[in-house]
Structures are given as C-alpha cells and as structure tokens.
C-alpha cells in the first residue's frame, strides 16, 4: 500500500519571503499523480498544483512551484513571495494511475503553515 | 455551479443515535468517496465508489455503512454512533475519464457525537 509522508508538522515565514513544505512517498508503481492541497480554516479542499510521475519537469502554478524528484520519491512544495491569505493546512496526495484503479487519494498528515506579517 | 454539496454541515448526535450524510455532485462523476479528517491524522478514506450500485471499504470502514444508488448521490450511515466517531467528514467526486484530474471535494460535515 501507498504511504504519504509529510515530515513538518507545522512551519513558518515571513511574508514575502519562501517556504518549502516537505514529502515524500512510497510505492511500488511506476504511473502516478502527485498533489498539494490547501486547507483554510474555511475548511475547503484547495487543489494548488498537480504532477504526473512520467514528466520530468517540475509543475508550477504562479507563485507555487514542486520539486519532484521521482528516484529520491520526494516532492516538495515551494511558495514564493509567501501572501497572508497563504496560511492554511497543507496536503500531499498521492494516486495511482493504473488503469481500472479506484482513483482514489492517499493523503500526508498535513503541515500546518503560518505567515507572518 | 454546485460541484459536491453536503448535508448537513454540522450535528450533533447522542451516543447510539443513527444518522445519514448525504453527498450530491452535479458533474456526472462515476467515482465518489467518503474521507474523515481528525486533527494530525489528514484525511483518511472510509469507503468509495466507482459507479452507481457499487461501494467498496476504505481504510477505515468500520462502524459506517454506504449506499450509492443514484450516480450523482453517495450516503454515509451511522448506525450507532460512538465518539470515536467525532470527525468533519469529507465527500469528493472524480472523472472516470480525466485520471490526471483532481478530486472535487465538498466543504464537509462537522459531527460531534456526545
């Protein structure tokens, strides 16, 4: 079975400044989808950026870039000149991509991010 | 442009009551699911389907029931709720045809069993 880590619990930054939020995984396929969701105390699942384990290059969406190393099974959020309305839980997702699967999502324990202003 | 919707968004129920949360999307999405979400835990599958007449157990199935028999509707039962219970519950829904797509969530069910 799949297992999602998430290693920071809960971080913090300054506004304007980076923040990279950790995972990683383990499984044994080769196909798969990789995501990070926002959670604000709306309690909304936000999807925020998405990759697809047979491309090499490193999805981005504006501010929010991944760092996806697929040997080291690791794929780490970046954010980029950090915004208030930016503190929120965040998950990492993992989903298989075999085909007829239940394409259903494995999730991280979440890291907790505030920003300072 | 509902997307998921639940019902209800909060309750409170005794020990040993029953109750149903209802999950409707309007996406015609064949596959829907049912999370629970408890503090340092995320979100942890109880069951899902993949198409109307179709339910299969998640990771933590035990003391729920499901029922899809409308495509666009997915219910959660409680038979006997027990404080362990206590969770805000989470409906999503996705594509059969978009695998790369993510899953839709609603804005999820506060439950406090007493």
């Known amino acids: 079975a799949q297992t999602v880590t998430q290693s920071q619990p809960e971080m913090s930054v300054q506004e304007a400044e980076t923040v990279t939020l950790s995972c990683t995984y383990d499984?044994?396929?080769?196909?798969?989808?990789l995501f990070w969701y926002k959670q604000p105390p709306s309690r909304q699942m936000i999807l925020v950026i998405r990759?697809?384990?047979?491309?090499?290059q490193n999805a981005t969406e504006n501010r929010f870039s991944v760092n996806f190393q697929k040997a080291a099974k690791s794929f780490s959020l970046k954010i980029s000149d950090s915004q208030l309305g930016d503190a929120a839980m965040y998950f990492c997702?993992?989903?298989?991509?075999?085909?007829?699967?239940?394409?259903?999502?494995?999730f991280g324990k979440g890291t907790k991010l505030t920003v300072n202003p | 442009n509902a997307g998921v919707t639940q019902t209800p968004k909060f309750r409170v129920l005794k020990t040993g009551q029953s109750m149903t949360l209802l999950c409707a999307q309007d996406?015609?999405?064949?596959?829907m699911y049912w999370y629970r979400q408890d503090p340092g835990m995320g979100l942890r599958l109880i069951h899902y389907?993949?198409?109307?007449?179709?339910?299969a157990k998640g990771e933590v199935p035990d003391g729920y029931n499901v029922s899809r028999l409308k495509k666009q509707n997915f219910l959660l039962g409680l038979e006997s709720a027990a404080p362990s219970q206590t969770s805000v519950y989470f409906c999503?829904?996705?594509?059969?045809?978009?695998?790369?797509?993510?899953?839709?969530f609603g804005d999820g069910t506060r439950l406090s069993i007493l």
């Open positions: 997702a993992y989903r298989s991509a075999r085909w007829g699967g239940s394409e259903k999502l494995v």
């Open positions: 996406m015609n999405h064949e596959y």
């Open positions: 389907s993949v198409g109307e007449g179709t339910t």
């Open positions: 999503a829904s996705s594509s059969y045809e978009a695998s790369n797509q993510p899953q839709h």
């Open positions: 499984t044994s396929e080769s196909d798969y989808y």
């Open positions: 990759q697809e384990a047979y491309k090499q």
